[in-house]
Each structure stands twice: as structure tokens, then as C-alpha cells.
């Protein structure tokens, strides 16, 4: 099973970010320029984060690392969907935070992330805010 990665330009060195107490968020996506973006995002917004590429690393992170608060899940991966993937993190951490991340339209696999549950969605492309925003409101809460 793969590891999570976790760097600025995406060495294994674990979790970016070293500001102790800050959320972790777990940054699943396939593509590495979409991580970067999401990564440079999060750390502006005192957000520590770990990345995984594939549905696999994202399982194996969340087991790995208990501290992870919220998954920003892309919801097309090349070996698993997006909602199996959902219900398997629910099933390794079942209070885990979900904000999807979906280029595609708000039906098929983001849908059906959202209606069993999910903490939000946010639209590929996104505004720096925006995303920031959302992941906040999850955090809190009060998405």
C-alpha cells in the first residue's frame, strides 16, 4: 500500500507545516500542480497538511497519522472513486471532516459524497479564499 507524502515539492518528510496545535488536513489528489496549489493555500491559512495521490495512500495516511481533521478529496482518483473512498476514510475514522473537491458537475460521485455526508464541496477551479473558507467552516463545524 502506498505512504501519504507531505512536502512543498513532494519528498516523503510528513506533514507540512510546523505550527503545533494547527489542524491537519489530509490533501487527496492525483495531481501534483493541484496539490501544490491546495498545499501553498492551507499553509496561508495556518492549516498543516499531508498529501496522498491515490485512494490507497489516502487510507494508509488517515490510519497513520490520528491527528488529520479534515480530507479535501478530490472526488475522481485512478484506483478508486471518490464516494468508496469517502466511506472507506469514514470507516477508518468515522469523525474525520470531508470537504469534497470536484472539477467535474455537482452530480455522479461528488453527489453522492454529499449526500452521504460530506462537509462540503468546492469546485475545481477554485478561488485561494474560497477554499480556505470552506475548509475553515468544516473545521469549525459549521459548514
Known sequence: MGRATATQRHPNSGVVGRREGAPVVLLVDDEACVLDVETRIMRRAGI???????GAEAVAALRDHPEVALVLLDAIL??????????????????????????????????????????????????????????????????
Not at 498543516?48 to 491515490?54: G, N, Q
Open 48 to 54: 498543516r497538511c499531508l498529501h496522498a495521490k491515490t
Open 78 to 143: 485512478p484506483d478508486t472513486s471518490g464516494d468508496r473512498l469517502f466511506a472507506a476514510l469514514k470507516e477508518v475514522k468515522p469523525s474525520v471532516k470531508v470537504v469534497v473537491c470536484s472539477g467535474m458537475s455537482e452530480q455522479g460521485p461528488a453527489k453522492a459524497m454529499c449526500d452521504a455526508g460530506a462537509d462540503g464541496l468546492v469546485s475545481k477551479p477554485f478561488a485561494a479564499r474560497e477554499l480556505a473558507e470552506r475548509v475553515r467552516l468544516a473545521l469549525s463545524g459549521d459548514a
